[in-house]
């Protein structure tokens, strides 16, 4: 496909860093599926889309991203290459992928252009807008529309995003609204000979788990566990402080201060009927307490920079989740679980004691931590029909 002006200028802007060749690992052997993440927000998808291609069709995946989290099992995880046609040569021409699938509609017009002439599928999934590396390439005439012409398949996540598509230049026929994939598991595991042990220690008390506490927020968790007393005098608190090795001096600040009844995970105490506080500090077993306690406070999000862990694991295993404003990098799933009224955002430790209280009734727990569930839950179908469009291309079906 020839080249637009619009393209031609944008690639004489293009700067190449010349002391930093990329040194890439060996290719996998066969045919190679290339999946792009261009944000955290996108990553997280398109690994639970890489893991299926990989157990369910055999096949392995190039996936890039700035940040592409952990290693995967088949998957070659690397950094997008610069957007020049130098760079997207050297990376078509060591990759070879057959087929490219980019998430939430950022435009990489160099190598977009050089995959459509070597004769490279591409899609677009979770497709939310289309959108340049940098907010100024959108002024190159004819940029958007070209670049949007050499895609098959744009799948966007609503009818807002699929007109902002179509918009752009993309082709009627290319768009459909499909919905959001699904985000990767998040099921935590636990022992289940420890999980039934103190389910019959615990038998009906009340608990909730108090999960990746800040030092700053401690006295908050402590004053709303005092309020909730109110309302439920046999409560437990499970504790977790956001860094483990405080676990001990929280502890025994605790005891210090004798207000509450402490027991400590990590000296073998147990919870018995008379404790108040249960201090743990074992971040494998999180998913332990998510399974035992209705209702979780994710730390760090009432005085601090965010939670630590991810709320979609709270969710998944059917824990009602209460917040502070605080969301840092979990700011989307966030904003995904309050659309759905499947989170309780608290503003102070006053707040957190009426909505813990008012939790503590299990039908408003139950009925948050259902919301979280379909949340958590949601996009397996899009992803079904992601995978189905991939194979659909890949055997050669237009």
Sequence with gaps: ?????????????????????????????????????????????????????????????????????????????????????????????????????????????AVMHEAADRQIPMLVVNGKAPAFLRERDGWYPGLMRSALARLRVILA??????????????????????????????????????????????????????????????????????????????????????????AAALAQTLNRAGDFVVAERSREQKPQTDVEIFVVDNPAEYGLWYRLAPVTFLGGTLMGKGPVRNPMEAAVLGSAILHGPKTGQYGPVFGRLGAARATRAVASATGLGDALGDLLAPDRAARLAQAAWSVASDGAEVTDLVLHRIRAIMDGES
């Design 1 to 109: 496909m020839a080249a637009s002006i619009g393209l031609t200028l944008y690639n004489l802007g293009q700067r190449r860093d010349l002391a930093t060749p990329s040194v890439r690992p060996p290719r996998p052997v066969g045919r190679l599926i290339w999946l792009h993440a261009p944000g955290e927000g996108l990553v997280s998808p398109m690994r639970a889309l890489a893991r299926r291609i990989v157990e369910e069709d055999g096949l392995p995946v190039l996936l890039t991203a700035p940040t592409p989290g952990p290693d995967l099992e088949g998957v070659v995880m690397q950094p997008p290459a610069p957007d020049n046609p130098v760079d997207a040569r050297s990376f078509l021409d060591h990759w070879h992928p057959e087929i490219a699938v980019f998430a939430g509609g950022q435009l990489r017009p």
């Design 157 to 246: 996540v609503d009818e807002a995003a699929a007109r902002a598509f179509r918009k752009g230049g993309a082709g009627l026929s290319a768009v459909a609204v499909t919905g959001r994939m699904a985000e990767e598991s998040t099921v935590l595991p636990a022992s289940e000979a420890e999980r039934t042990a103190l389910s019959r220690l615990l038998a009906a008390r009340p608990l909730w788990f108090a999960a990746g506490v800040t030092e700053a927020e401690e006295a908050a968790v402590l004053q709303a566990h005092r309020m909730a007393f109110q309302y439920s005098h046999r409560l437990l608190l499970i504790l977790m402080p956001e860094h483990p090795s405080r």
